[in-house]
């Protein structure tokens, strides 16, 4: 789906540039990430970054390139300390740090991580840019403090839902949006703000399907890992307004004994995957709206935005 290849080639820059392993000396910590496949993964938020800066300024620079990797190893760093507070043992079909090398270890490397980016960020002398990081990560902690005290919590609801979910994932996406304006010497503009903002809700929605309606293989991990990980997600929440008491009651039974594919079954009779992907694509909707209230220098880096919007909603992993 992200077979564009203006798209692809930014994804090459993106790999190309992860740098510091090679220069990392410790061989404690070159064992580390021996052991971790950096931006394995899809590249959203390094390809946003890279994308908004030339759709505004016609060019992918130095300082764009820079900031797309300080985005993708945060993104990295919070993924080692989710699996570590999950528990979990698959990440991307492979086995997650904490199982391979130990939780000791694993909180090292995300700290680790967090300290790299900081000095990526500090070397490109921009105070905005550096204000947007240090949110950002006060963002998602925020939302990962929030998920973990609602753990089990089966009534939880929409609003606080969505409360952790823009800050623990759509702050992050927002924020590579972001980047990618200041990084060309623009000033703040609400219609990017916006367009991350909802793209990121859309995202993690997009991504909480997908835990109740892929496959193992396609995930990665797990189906229902969620449910495992005792997190209420949105075809949850939808699915349990809409049961009757019968359904509800064995809901909450379920959830409880982590019965997950009895679980799975009520949420789709009840159309929580269905009712999920309607707000998913509103939301989606939302966000190519603010794209088309932007005057952009690049017109076809705005189509690959768009581009990258529709793989949001449309994919299956």
Known sequence: MLDDIYIKRKLVILKKNVYFIKKIKQKSIKYIF?????????????????????????????AAIHTAIAIELLHQATLIHDDIIDN??????????????????????????????????????????????SDVVKDVCEGEIEEVYNKDNIYLKEKQYFD?????????????????????????????????????IAFQIKDDILDVSSNSKNLGKPVGSDIKEGKVT????????????????????FFRQKKIDKIIKIIKKNYGIKNSFEIAQNYITKAKVQLNKIKFKNTKSKIQLEKIANYVINRNY
Request: net charge positive; proline share 1%; with cysteine.
């Open 88 to 133: 979990s043992y698959k990440r991307r079909g492979d086995i997650a740090l904490n199982k391979k090398i130990g939780y000791e270890l694993s909180v090292l490397a995300g700290d680790y991580l967090f300290s790299f980016v900081n000095k990526i960020i500090l070397g490109q002398k921009n105070q905005q840019l550096f204000k947007i990081f």
């Open 234 to 253: 949105l075809p949850f929440i939808l699915a349990f307004k809409n049961a009757d008491k019968k359904d509800k009651k064995l809901m909450i039974k």
């Open 164 to 200: 952790i979910i823009k800050k623990k994932t759509a702050s992050l996406i927002r924020a590579s949006v972001l980047c990618g304006l200041i990084v060309t010497g623009n000033n703040f503009n609400k219609f990017l703000s916006d367009f991350g903002l909802y793209l990121g």
């Open 34 to 62: 021996k052991n971790f496949k950096l931006l394995s993964g899809k590249g959203i938020r390094g390809l946003l970054v890279l994308t908004t800066a030339e759709s505004l300024s016609g060019r992918i620079s130095n």
